[in-house]
């Protein structure tokens, strides 16, 4: 008799699941059946599923929006800070992790406390010191401020995963006498992959999704992210809703690969950011 | 390498990421403070003491500001209530759950204005939800949502409790993971209820990550409903769903009152620094 109650409450909590699955995913199947009718179906019958495969809201944007050269900005810029960062930050977060010298701790606590300083606080000075040396409006500030503001959230995951190599190895190329630069690259950096995969999913997906950023420094239509251009340019259509929810339909596409392909890396970061 | 040589290769590696943050962090941090003090277009500042901050205590914006972001604060709770109960539901590992697990993360990985856009259209007078009430005969319950000012701010939750639930349910499923089982059937054994072993080990031992998921979600309803309320409300109607951060936005970038901005600024870097020493001082007694 119990197993068939234990039966019945497993079947009650797979149906309350399920449920709530299918909460969170329906407005994502909506925008995926919207962006393939045209306005005039949609209006009229916004839940139906398309009568007919339509496509041509991705070819206005196509043609319209120079699509190409928007997702093309966006990698370039994601590219660009993902390596800034990194080059920055994997040297650091070695040296927290695993060099002993003084003053280690007061840089590391230091190092912490800028992530809890909120964006706002320095954007404006940012956005006028960039315009003072001329690059507003040019890809170099946006890379710059994303690049700097992942610093400290990089350094601090890539330490905590880095404390845990061991110790044995890097003594045994000190002994080699190896030098920094070819340790860092040939040991260090192999050794510390996962980490550094982990993080630059978590930064590359938030710069993606970032708005504010380029809102503020980039003004030039050729040079926006796909964030950006879907809040900007499409809202000035916003009426048509089909047009608009098929460009944030293709503004979601990398961001829902990359979870789907890094997935594990993803739970990693997340749980080891809430151990600590 | 020896330890002299040690020290100089730790401070050389640390350079280049404190040059950075000093020029792009910790410049501005102190031009903000001190621009705070002036009235200030960007290229023009004038010294006017403690004026922006009696501006913004009297000129009526601060306490509709703070009600903005007291009604989001006081949503935290109800996604921390949600996360849990979904996260206690996954752990009983029914058929399927490690997919459940996967979907519910899905939504925190687009971008907010992707979801606040998202929501706007389903909200629209003609749009999905409306339909689906008349269809099934509530046509009486429909709403213009995005109009009034209570059921925009009921779409901005939603659509925070939206993003959010995953990072909960994959940070509590974590904690719960890490009770021992040993622990579980003893007290199975000792003739425990399930709600005895809900309140008396699964819960407690889950604190610090319930504290975590609070804190982190207290940090973003300050700093981290632009994007949300950018592509929902705009703000408006008037300033009525404007919280701190989108104002500083509107202040420094649509009306140029830049001085004003930054003493808004400073404010807020004020009461994100409280919930911070908030969270050291529970920590540490956390830890003991």
């Known amino acids: 008799m119990k197993t068939a109650s234990t039966k019945m409450i497993r079947l009650l909590i797979f149906i309350v699941l399920a449920l709530i699955a299918i909460m969170s995913m329906y407005p994502l199947f909506y925008m ?84 809890t300083i909120p964006g706002v606080t320095f954007i404006i000075p940012n956005y006028l010191l960039m315009s003072r040396i001329g690059w507003t409006d040019h890809i170099v500030s946006v890379v710059v401020i994303w690049a700097v503001s992942a610093i400290p959230s990089t350094v601090f995951l890539l330490t905590s995963l880095m404390r845990g190599m061991p110790d044995e190895v890097l003594e045994a190329i000190k002994m080699d006498g190896a030098k920094y630069h070819q340790a860092m690259i040939k040991v260090v950096l192999p050794m510390s992959l996962p980490g550094v995969v982990t993080v630059s999913i978590f930064n590359a997906t938030n710069w993606w999704n970032d708005l504010l950023t ?16 879907v809040a900007t340019v499409l809202n000035r259509f916003s009426s048509d809703y089909p047009l608009l929810l098929s460009g944030l339909l293709l503004a979601s596409l990398p961001p829902i690969a990359i979870y789907i392909i890094f997935q594990g890396f993803i739970r990693k970061g997340l749980v080891i950011g809430a151990v600590k | 390498m020896s330890l002299k ?105 687009l ?27 509530l046509g009486r319950f429909t709403v213009d949502w995005l109009n009034t000012v209570p059921t925009e701010f009921m779409i901005l939750i939603l ?44 819960i407690p031992s889950l604190y610090p990550a319930i504290f975590y998921f609070t804190i982190v979600n207290v940090i973003y309803v300050f700093v981290g409903l632009f994007g ?30 830049m001085g004003y901005a930054s003493a808004l600024s400073v404010f807020l870097f004020f009461i994100v620094m409280l919930i911070t020493w908030i969270q050291l001082k529970i920590s540490k007694r956390l830890e003991q």
């Not at chain 2, 971008?111 to 005969?137: D, P």
């Not at chain 2, 993003?163 to 349910?169: A, C, D, E, I, K």
């Not at chain 2, 109607?237 to 649509?254: K, L």
Request: proline share 4%; aromatic share 16%; net charge positive.
């Open chain 1, 214 to 229: 380029p809102l503020i420094y980039l003004q030039s239509d050729h040079l926006k992210t796909v964030t950006v251009a």
């Open chain 1, 32 to 115: 995926a059946f919207s962006s393939m009718k045209p306005t005039i179906e949609y209006i009229k019958h916004p839940i139906a599923l398309p009568e007919t495969w339509y496509f041509d809201n991705f070819k206005a944007l196509f043609y319209r929006f120079s699509l190409v050269r928007l997702f093309g900005n966006t990698v370039l810029y994601v590219g660009l800070s993902m390596v800034a960062c990194l080059v920055v930050s994997v040297p650091a977060a070695y040296a927290f992790a695993k060099l002993k010298f003084r003053f280690r701790n007061g840089f590391y606590v230091a190092m912490i406390a800028t992530m």
């Open chain 2, 111 to 137: 971008s907010s204005v992707v979801i606040g856009f998202l929501a706007k259209s389903m909200f629209t007078n003609r749009g999905v939800v409306n339909t689906l009430l008349e269809n099934i005969g």
């Open chain 2, 5 to 109: 040589q040690e020290r100089w290769v730790g401070w050389f590696s640390l350079l280049p990421a404190f040059l950075l943050l000093a020029i792009f962090v910790g410049y501005p941090m102190f031009n903000t403070f001190f621009h705070s003090f002036t009235e200030w277009d960007g290229v023009n500042s004038a010294f006017i003491g403690l004026d922006n901050f009696k501006n913004i205590v009297s000129n009526g914006d601060l306490p509709l500001m703070l009600r903005n972001n007291l009604i989001f604060l006081l949503s935290v709770p109800g996604i921390l209530l949600i996360s849990l109960t979904v996260s206690v539901l996954l752990h009983e590992e029914v058929r399927g759950w490690r997919f459940f697990r996967s979907v519910y993360y899905l939504p925190a990985i």
């Open chain 2, 228 to 257: 949300l309320v950018y592509s929902i409300t705009g703000g408006g109607p008037g300033y009525e769903t404007t919280p701190i951060d989108y104002m500083i936005y509107i202040q420094a970038f649509r009306s140029g009152n």
């Open chain 2, 159 to 202: 659509c925070f409790y939206w993003q959010t639930l995953g990072q909960g349910t994959l940070i509590f499923l974590s904690g719960l993971s890490s009770i021992s089982n040993e622990l579980f059937d003893a007290a199975k054994i000792d003739g425990t209820t399930w709600r005895q072993r809900l309140f008396y080990i699964v």
